[in-house]
């Protein structure tokens, strides 16, 4: 007789098990979420994506430099290493014309540079040892061309003078290629040791000074700061025919916050560009040699960084295969640095608008003009530093 009762009431137990079992199932599906749990799921084939081979010379060799500093694949696929070149980077690239099918139809500078574009040690030929060895709050670094003593004289009389600014120590440094008398230009050579030795603010390295290889004077310069001059703390960087405000650089830097000073890179920014595809600009790049956007870059006038980022730049610039445009390169080691530069309006790498030019209390309240002739640049020094001038 207690037979049944006892089957009952096992029953009753187990449908009971069986509901408590399904609200807990529910509940943690609830609390995961549906979404979360497919996420786990173990995918049925492969899951990254195979890279293609570029046909664009500059990306190729970026996808060979990608993988050589990859940490998973250490070195290319076999295919690949089939065009590395030669043995020394600083030999003429033979491989290149037969790899850009257009080559013969690129302009001589543009050829030149890609014969070049893995070469990036060049020996010092003039530099003054221990032009750092205070280290300085600003380093000034121009980019300068041999015959261009009037405009290095000018900043040296001007924005660029050496010594103490607002009680912080500002070293200025100009940055010049070769001065042989190669490409029909007179030998300087004389005159320059003359200015090094007079200054002290000169440093030179044994390659071609040309457009094309300002990126050149980029990497070598980065790399002689890590050498020479790592405790700056900023670094303007810009051309000879621009004007900085200094004392207004200075009271810009004092103004930040830590944090903001140790990842400073400020300038006249360009987004989302594309490269020239018409072959009579100075920028023309052809698709052949460069595929893509160009990712946010600081015009080439005049960019201020900090000397960590610096630093940072220069490990990155190792990883980027050499760009012929010097900015657009610079943007490039900044993206590997997973960086952007930001927009500061106080830089102006374009011309500013006439009526703006000749009106003293225009240049107070900027950072930084684009091109300026010495005289100007001694005219408009005058104004700034003129205790009368009284701008609102
Ligand atoms: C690599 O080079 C060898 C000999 O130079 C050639 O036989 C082979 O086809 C090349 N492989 C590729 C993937 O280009
Ligand atoms: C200038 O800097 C030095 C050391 O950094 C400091 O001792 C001095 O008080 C400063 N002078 C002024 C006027 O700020
Ligand atoms: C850059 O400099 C190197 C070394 O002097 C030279 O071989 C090369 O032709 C130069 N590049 C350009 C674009 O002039
Ligand atoms: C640069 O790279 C070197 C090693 O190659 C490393 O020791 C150093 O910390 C790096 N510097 C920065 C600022 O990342």
Redesign the pocket.
């Known amino acids: 007789m207690a037979r049944p009762k006892f089957r009952v009431f096992c029953a009753t137990m187990m449908m009971l098990n069986l509901l408590v079992c399904v609200l807990v199932a529910v509940s943690w599906n609830l609390k995961l979420g549906g979404s979360d749990r497919e996420a786990v799921r173990i995918p049925s084939a492969r899951f990254w994506r195979e890279q293609e081979r570029s046909r664009s010379f500059w990306n190729k060799e970026q996808q060979l430099l990608d993988f050589v500093h990859s940490p998973v694949f250490r070195s290319a696929p076999p295919g690949w290493l089939n065009d590395t070149g030669p043995l020394d980077p600083c030999a003429p690239d033979h491989r290149v014309p037969a790899q850009i099918q257009d080559y013969n139809t690129l302009p001589q500078h543009l050829q030149d540079f890609l014969l070049h574009m893995r070469c990036r040690t060049h020996p010092v030929l003039i530099e003054r040892p221990g032009l750092c060895e205070v280290a300085p709050f600003l380093l000034l670094a121009v980019k300068s061309m041999t015959p261009h003593f009037d405009r290095r004289q000018a900043i040296r009389q001007t924005w660029g003078r050496a010594g103490l600014r607002a009680n912080r120590t500002v070293v200025t440094v100009f940055l010049l290629g070769g001065a042989e008398s190669t490409d029909h230009h007179p030998d300087l050579r004389g005159m320059l040791g003359h200015e090094a030795e007079r200054h002290g603010d000169v440093l030179q390295w044994d390659y071609r000074d040309a457009f094309y290889n300002l990126t050149l004077k980029e990497v070598l310069f980065l790399e002689w700061f890590g050498r020479s001059c790592p405790g700056a703390r900023f670094v303007l960087k810009g051309d000879d025919d621009v004007f900085v405000n200094t004392p207004r650089v200075v009271a810009f830097l004092e103004g930040l916050t830590e944090s903001r000073a140790r990842e400073l890179f400020v300038g006249d920014v360009i987004s989302d560009a594309e490269p020239h595809r018409d072959p009579k600009l100075k920028y023309f790049v052809p698709e052949s040699v460069f595929a893509g956007r160009y990712p946010p870059y600081a015009g080439g006038g005049g960019y201020l960084y900090s000397g ?1 980022l610096a ?2 730049l220069r ?1 990155a610039s190792r990883r980027v295969a050499l760009y012929p445009i010097d900015d657009v390169y610079t943007g490039m080691c900044l993206r590997k640095l997973g960086l952007a530069p930001e927009k500061h309006n106080g830089f102006k790498t374009f011309d500013i608008e006439e009526k703006y030019r000749s009106n003293p209390c225009m240049y107070r309240s900027l950072m930084l003009v684009h091109s300026q002739t010495p005289q100007e640049m001694m005219r408009i020094w005058s104004w700034i530093t003129s205790p009368e001038l009284d701008c609102q």
């Open positions: 960590e630093l940072r490990n």
